[in-house]
């Protein structure tokens, strides 16, 4: 049972003292343990007990003084952000100046010195060197309104009470507690002081730490740590899971996401696989920024989309996110594989539309585009300037028309995310207060920046861990705690003085970090009301951080470092997992035949891989599994090749003879190019932004130049004429059907057929050096067609070279054209065969290059490493 007590609290709140915390953290454990001792009492109701954190508890004090006389309005932080943007604007006008992030860093540096009361005209009068100037006016400005205006920021709320205070507006109470402050400012001692005047008494709760209290662990690297933490945790929890353990981290705020998988890597192992509850055994104090979360990054695309084009990679996020709209997983799918088959760019909602929207009924009435229909809407309409709080309705009323953020039923975490959302488009509304009119785009960035800002934290039922920074530990206790991180790099952590104010203003002032002794006794004290929390210690710290050694803080010096460790290290569980697993046979499970209804996919390339890699056929022929294409910037090589398929399309169309071809001239070609090439590149022309106009302007001079090469290299044949162009048949062999589509058919001697297939890459030869094909794409069409095949010839089309590579009576007059191409025909039918009977063999002798896809299906270098 856990022995956690808070011995001060139960006496503390018998009488009619309310006591206020550091932070919210300590406020709400203070709540909950209050409510338990009831509990164990017996008690079935009580009065609920007067804890705040310390910002909450001066609000409920000003809203006391409010009843006498009004008070100034407050500002909250985003609204005093775009005073501070507004009044650094008026002291450069240098648009390289990123005026936003200089606003935060003026807007905390303000706040130091509300907090320790330093005077703005001492400020002015110290300030050295142009940022400090630039400050120091913008400072001035920034009272000056709101003085005038009658405003009050955060920083000042604290400073308004003490005044209220004695001036006797505010209630004062009988008795004040404090708990979980590491330090009071200047500012807060004068509310204190105030207090006092008025007749309140004043308790500080603060814990002291016997000497040597404690044990020092080392561990290879700061993840070996965390899983470490993590695996102590868990044998303390088996020993007694009613116990009350924490575990700090002096680096948290840098990485909390990644620490805290690293302590679930070793309390609950498998928690990725186990369900909610696992994930959500080590509640976080630090939480991720708002727009770090899918829903929201989603939104702010989609809101982002309403102003200005998105490139193919937001967009494909879009069409990847379940979190709108109504949309099967497949049919956005199967349209993200579409945008990956074309060069990345910019696109507008019309420019998608135009390019994706066909008039079939699976594609059309995709709900996806209703949302983009919705979304040009909106984009039409949302000119002007209007009041924040109008944005705001109209982003709220657009998000739900998208049906964002899905329709599928949210989680109590998703719940909290989406409610938190809504808080932050009503601070959006909040600020017409400061700007009474905005441009949409003006909003969304603010938005943005809000989002960026504002960091979300969700509230979870069953943790059984606590992982915390050390600030956030402030004035809680527990019954184990482990305290991580604590190597001289890191603690006492790096001092934070403000470069916006005279280095010696703050010597005066004795402002946080402005003397490297101030920020070692800070630590210090930090440090030992972390020893004062719990009666079982450990600190911790890694041997290494990258490639530089790591030795414990000084701060732990008054403490002996012993041989063990109080646990090892587990590492990662799935190597775990992959050390007890061996793979196995199943001798009755095999594929299933071919039957007569099946689609096969990939044509004759679907053969060639059963004769390499049987796996690979079944994976891609017979599942339809498709690789997903990476989105590339400028023309990929297979929209490069089906530029030049196209165009040559378009100049042989009328299916002409060799003399004919041989006949046009320079001029005929100059004539017939324009419409030739317009046409090739229509498709593609229709969407693409103006940076890939130009890209596709010079794409038609290469492509027209090969064109002139086809031509040349065409007269100089035998007499032929072209007897059809991207010809569609099926090639039957028992049960397999595969698709197969012809670039060109050449008729010579009058009843022979010659096939060729165009390769606008790498130069193919069809015959290796064994005068044997490597691959049967040719010979498989030419086991589709009925008339008598004279040559099979792949025409090389690239810059470097035009040329036909092939075989037949002509070509390879030295073969056996006959009897050869009928035993390769056989080849065809005998790969056929064996996809039919279900022949999943895997080719381990294949690169991994080659491979790597299919290999992650197939699990070979798995198998490999097992063997």
């Not at 719940?415 to 909040?430: G, H, K, M, S």
């Amino acid at each position: 049972m856990s022995e956690v007590t808070y011995g001060w609290l139960t006496e503390t709140l018998r009488g009619a003292s309310q006591v206020v915390t550091g932070n919210r953290r300590l406020a709400q454990a203070l709540t909950d343990h209050h409510a338990k001792s009831q509990v164990a009492t017996g008690h079935l109701a009580w009065r609920s007990p007067h804890i705040l954190a310390w910002q909450d508890w001066l609000k409920e004090l000003l809203a006391t003084a409010e009843l006498v006389a009004p008070l100034p309005t407050r500002l909250n932080m985003h609204q005093s952000r775009i005073l501070w943007e507004r009044c650094l604007r008026r002291e450069f006008s240098d648009p390289l100046v990123n005026t936003a992030a200089l606003a935060r860093q003026a807007q905390d540096t303000w706040t130091r010195l509300n907090e320790y009361c330093v005077p703005l005209e001492q400020v002015t009068a110290s300030a050295q060197g142009r940022d400090q100037r630039i400050f120091a006016s913008a400072a001035e400005s920034y009272q000056s309104i709101l003085d005038r205006e009658g405003w009050i920021d955060d920083v000042g709320v604290a400073a308004l009470a003490a005044q209220l205070l004695r001036d006797g507006q505010a209630v004062a109470i009988q008795k004040l507690t404090l708990a979980g402050f590491d330090r009071f400012t200047p500012v807060t001692n004068r509310l204190l002081d105030a207090l006092r005047a008025a007749g309140s008494e004043i308790v500080h709760i603060q814990a002291s730490a016997p000497e040597n209290k404690g044990q020092i662990a080392a561990y290879e690297n700061s993840d070996a740590e965390m899983r470490a933490a993590g695996a102590w945790a868990r044998q303390a929890l088996l020993d007694d899971p009613n116990q009350d353990i924490a575990i700090v981290s002096a680096q948290l705020e840098r990485d909390s996401e990644r620490q805290a998988r690293l302590v679930h890597e070793a309390l609950v192992p498998g928690w990725q696989i186990a369900g909610h509850s696992y994930g959500a055994a080590v509640n976080v104090s630090y939480g991720k920024r708002l727009s770090a979360y899918p829903a929201i990054a989603v939104a702010l695309n989609w809101l982002r989309w309403s102003l200005e084009d998105i490139d193919s990679r937001q967009l494909s996020q879009l069409l990847r996110s379940p979190a709108c709209g109504d949309d099967s997983i497949g049919e956005c799918s199967r349209l993200d594989m579409r945008l990956r088959r074309l060069p990345a760019m910019n696109w507008s909602p019309g420019r998608f539309l135009s390019a994706f929207m066909r008039t079939g009924p699976d594609v059309s009435d995709n709900d996806w585009f209703d949302r983009v229909r919705m979304l040009q809407e909106f984009r039409q309409t949302s000119s002007g300037r209007k009041s924040p709080s109008e944005w705001a309705l109209q982003i709220d009323e657009f998000l739900g028309n998208i049906h964002w953020p899905g329709n599928a039923a949210l989680n109590s975490v998703e719940f909290q995310l989406i409610n938190r959302w809504r808080e932050l488009l009503n601070d959006l509304a909040r600020l017409e207060l400061v700007a009474p009119s905005m441009s949409l785009g003006a909003v969304l960035s603010r938005l943005q920046t809000m989002a960026g800002e504002t960091v979300f934290q969700p509230e979870s039922d069953g943790a059984i861990v606590q992982l915390l920074g050390p600030l956030e530990a402030a004035g809680m206790q527990f019954d184990r705690l482990w305290a991580g991180g604590m190597s001289s790099a890191h603690w006492p952590p790096a001092g934070r003085p403000s470069p916006l104010v005279s280095r010696q203003l703050q010597r005066d002032f004795e402002m946080p970090d402005a003397e490297p002794d101030d920020t070692l006794s800070y630590a210090s004290r930090v440090l030992g009301r972390l020893a004062a929390s719990a009666d079982a210690l450990i600190f911790s710290y890694p041997l290494a951080d990258g490639d530089v050694e790591q030795s414990p803080s000084g701060l732990l010096g008054h403490l002996s470092q012993q041989d063990d460790n109080p646990v090892d290290d587990p590492g990662w569980y799935a190597r775990h997992m992959v050390e007890g697993i061996r793979s196995g046979t199943i001798d009755d499970d095999p594929v299933p035949p071919v039957n007569s209804d099946e689609v096969i996919k990939g044509g004759a390339a679907t053969l060639q891989q059963q004769r390499t890699d049987p796996f690979a056929a079944f994976a891609l022929g017979r599942l339809g599994i498709r690789r997903i294409v990476p989105l590339v910037n400028g023309l990929p090589a297979t929209l490069r090749g089906n530029l030049i398929h196209d165009a040559l399309f378009e100049l042989y169309r009328d299916l002409p003879a060799q003399e004919v071809i041989a006949s046009w001239t320079a001029a005929d070609l100059e004539r017939r190019a324009p419409q030739i090439l317009n046409k090739a590149f229509a498709r593609l022309e229709s969407c693409s932004d103006a940076t890939l106009q130009q890209v596709l302007e010079l794409e038609k001079h290469r492509v027209k130049d090969l064109l002139e090469q086809v031509i040349a290299l065409d007269s100089s044949r035998s007499d032929f004429a072209i007897e059809g162009l991207e010809k569609s048949l099926d090639l039957v062999i028992d049960q397999v059907r595969l698709g197969l589509r012809i670039d060109r058919l050449d008729r010579v001697d009058e009843d022979k057929l010659v096939i060729i297939d165009y390769k606008t890459g790498q130069q193919r030869r069809f015959l290796n050096s064994g005068k044997e094909p490597d691959d049967v794409q040719l010979i498989a069409y030419a086991c589709a067609i009925t008339d008598p095949v004279a040559g099979l010839a792949y025409m090389n089309i690239d810059s470097r070279q035009v040329d036909l590579n092939g075989a037949g009576r002509e070509l390879t007059p030295d073969l056996n054209w006959t009897d050869d191409l009928a035993r390769w025909r056989q080849e065809v039918v005998l790969a056929a065969q064996e996809l039919q009977k279900g022949d999943v063999r895997i080719n381990a002798q294949l690169p991994v290059r080659t491979s790597r896809s299919v290999g992650l299906l197939s699990r070979i270098r798995e198998l490999q490493s097992d063997a």
